[in-house]
Every structure is written in C-alpha cells, then in structure tokens.
C-alpha cells in the first residue's frame, strides 16, 4: 500500500503562533484529504485537495503531487486548534485511503 | 442534514464474544468505509461498500466482516473477539464513492475487550 510519512508527530505552539505541517507520500494519489480529529475522536475534514492550493479561514493547503507531498498550514494559531491532524491518500482502489500517524498539536493559551 | 451516525459509541465484552456495529450514513450517501484506530496501528482500513457490494478490503483476518444494506446503512462484526480488537471504529460516508469525494467520518465506537 502507499506509505504516509508526517511530521513533526508532536507541536506545541503559544496561542497565536503560526505552523506548517507535512505529509509526504511514496505513490501517485487520486486523493488526499486532512482531517482534524478532536479529544473526543471525531474526525472532521478540512481540505480535499490531491494538487494545488486552498484556503479556508485560518487554515490553508497546499499539495504538490509531482513531489509527493501536502502541506497545512495553521495561522494565528487557537486553543482550539489543539488534537490530532491525519493526511490520509487514496490510490487507484475507491475510498481506501491510507492514513499517516499523524501530528499532535497542542495549543497553550 | 443529519452527519454520520454510529451505534452503540461505547461497548465493553470479553474474550471470545462477537460484536456487531452498526454505522448510518448522511442521507443520499452510498459509499460507507469501516477504520479501525489503535494508539500502536493507527488508522487502518477495514472494508468499504458501495450499493451493497464490498469494493475494497483491508488486511484484516476474516473475523472482521461487514454488509451493507439497500438503505446504504451498515454493519460490521468481529466474532471470538481478542485483547487486541479494542480500539475506536470509525465509519466514514461518501456520496458516490468515487476518488474525488470527500470522506465524512462518524463519531466512532469504543469497543474494549477485556
């Protein structure tokens, strides 16, 4: 299956401050989505997007699928913020994706 | 428009037993995918269906099975459960299935085994 490397695995950030996190990729995707999952361990999606750049509030992505990798970036950064952020990619087989292991983010007031 | 729904979010059994779970997809949604989280795998996938038909299949031993039913609804089950099988079950739903929707995740069940 596709291997998905993210990083840092773990972040700690002040309130306020802004961050960038990774996922590469070993294989050509038809898909790539991040999603934020909470303490309570719901997954909520943030961007599907296997190339290019999108924004939405605070939060923007960007993916580079000739270089195999995505990036979510994190402005202004709130306590709310804070849990788990997974890259997840799909290959040729419909909506199996695989995930990466993640990167914790804790947000300090 | 109602999200995902997952019953039960909390289940405890023993060694041995079988559970079933039980996963709504949003409503006009045809493709349901099962996950299952553990802090040392994490997210992997289990099986996928799309009108009632198994599209995909992780690598998980046959113990893990699922279905779909016409209204999109599904079940998965793990019969002579193990230590191992507690984990956090999440279901996710997309419209048609195909590789541009956006996966839509349930709030899990817990299931531990003791």
């Known amino acids: 299956g596709i291997q998905v490397e993210q990083s840092p695995p773990d972040l700690i950030l002040q309130e306020g401050a802004n961050s960038t996190l990774r996922c590469n990729f070993s294989?050509?995707?038809?898909?790539l989505q991040w999603f934020h999952q909470n303490p309570w361990g719901q997954l909520i999606n943030l961007f599907y997007?296997?190339?290019g750049t999108k924004q939405n509030g605070r939060l923007s992505a960007t993916t580079v699928a000739t270089e195999r990798y995505s990036l979510l970036y994190i402005s202004s950064s709130q306590t709310t913020d804070s849990g788990v952020y997974f890259c997840?990619?799909?290959?040729?087989?419909?909506?199996?994706?695989?995930f990466g292991s993640g990167t914790k983010l804790n947000v300090k007031p | 428009k109602a999200g995902v729904t997952q019953t039960p979010r909390y289940l405890i059994k023993t060694r041995g037993q079988q559970v079933t779970l039980s996963c709504s997809p949003i409503s006009g949604h045809r493709s349901v995918s099962w996950y299952q989280q553990t802090p040392g795998q994490g997210l992997q996938f289990l099986f996928e269906y799309f009108s009632e038909t198994q599209r995909n299949k992780g690598n998980f031993p046959g113990r893990f099975s699922g279905r779909q039913f016409s209204n999109s609804r599904s079940e998965m089950n793990v019969s002579t459960l193990e230590l191992g099988d507690s984990a956090l079950y999440l279901c996710?739903?997309?419209?048609?299935?195909?590789?541009?929707?956006?996966?839509?995740f349930g709030p899990g069940t817990r299931l531990t085994v003791l």
């Open positions: 996710a739903s997309t419209t048609t299935g195909h590789n541009s929707d956006t996966q839509y």
């Open positions: 294989d050509s995707v038809n898909n």
């Open positions: 997007i296997p190339s």
């Open positions: 997840a990619v799909e290959g040729d087989n419909f909506n199996k994706f695989y």
